[in-house]
């Protein structure tokens, strides 16, 4: 080999690697923009309790303190919202058990929201989180319960759902419960 066929393969070579890398880091590219273009929310069911007069503790985890709440009848469900999305999100509907139900007229209305007061439909901006709670006491309907989680539906049609270890103990209490 001569030394321009050598140039022209070494030249053929480095323009095939960078037209390969070029393809893949357009193919990333187009990737994480449709990635950026979805709604993505994170959905934590959770229950809180008044630890004292004025503080509430809550916790997606069946610590004892929570589970002697729900046994006592003191506790509060509650879904943690939050929009990973890089865009706001609107929220429309927040419950438990299957979102399918609600479209039959069962539904579970969240009379209070934590940091931004009488604001419904509720409007999360990007990255961040809101928690929606039930009144006191209030336990959910055991039918509406054969899918362990919580959902929460968007405006724009978007239904993300999400569960904890929490609220399936919580489940398997009221579920001793209905047996009793």
């Known amino acids: ?34 990635s950026n273009n979805r709604v993505k929310l994170r959905v934590v069911p959770k229950i809180t309790y008044e630890k004292e007069k004025g503080i509430w503790a809550s916790s997606a985890f069946p610590f004892p303190d ?61 990255r961040e989180s809101d928690l929606l709670m039930l009144k006191t006491g209030r336990d959910i309907p055991i039918d509406l319960l054969d899918k362990h989680c919580a959902f929460v539906a968007t405006e724009c049609g978007h239904i993300s759902y999400g569960n904890s270890g929490v609220f399936d103990a919580y489940v398997e209490e009221l579920k001793k419960e209905s047996e009793n």
């Open 66 to 126: 929570i589970m002697n709440a729900v046994k006592e009848k003191q506790h509060r469900l509650c879904v943690e919202v939050t929009n990973l999305s890089s865009f706001a999100v609107t929220i429309q509907q927040v419950g438990f058990g299957k979102f399918k139900l609600l479209k039959d007229g069962i539904g579970i209305q969240f009379p209070t929201v934590m940091k931004k007061k009488n604001c419904w439909p509720l409007k999360l901006e990007s």
């Open 1 to 34: 080999m001569t030394g321009i066929e050598i140039a022209t393969l070494v030249t053929a070579i480095v323009g095939a690697g960078t037209g390969i890398g070029a393809l893949t880091l357009s193919i990333v590219n187009t990737l994480a923009q449709f």
